[in-house]
């Protein structure tokens, strides 16, 4: 699994302007708050979305994602995005936009292309 506080910190980190891999203080305190609105929903998540997330100690692992479709997987790159944004961008107060938000999120991240290898292709 991948552990879920790292990745979203990357992608505040880069959101901020910077290199993805330093973070300031700030940035780790929003992250610990993001994964814990992922912890909270993780059974619906997995009932409903098939995305999986395991608490292994203190920390929140992503352990599976759903199959969209047959032999298409996500890019590794937008993980970081995707979390993050399942954290802050889904309404899970109200059940219609909740769905239609993870929805939304599941879509731009399987629609997201791999980043190609070299030039042209």
Known sequence: GIE??????????????????TATEEQREHAAEMANVLEEKKDMLKEYFEIE??????????????????????????????????????????????FEGICSELGNFYAELPMSGGKGK
């Open 53 to 98: 997330l395991e608490k292994r100690g203190e920390n929140l692992f992503l352990t599976g994602l759903p199959v969209l479709l047959e032999g298409h997987s996500p890019s590794p790159n937008a993980l970081p995005l995707f979390l993050m944004r399942m954290a802050t961008e889904v309404d899970y107060t109200e059940e219609k936009g909740c």
């Open 4 to 21: 879920v506080q790292p990745c979203i910190v990357q992608a505040l980190s880069v959101s901020d302007g910077e290199d993805g891999i």
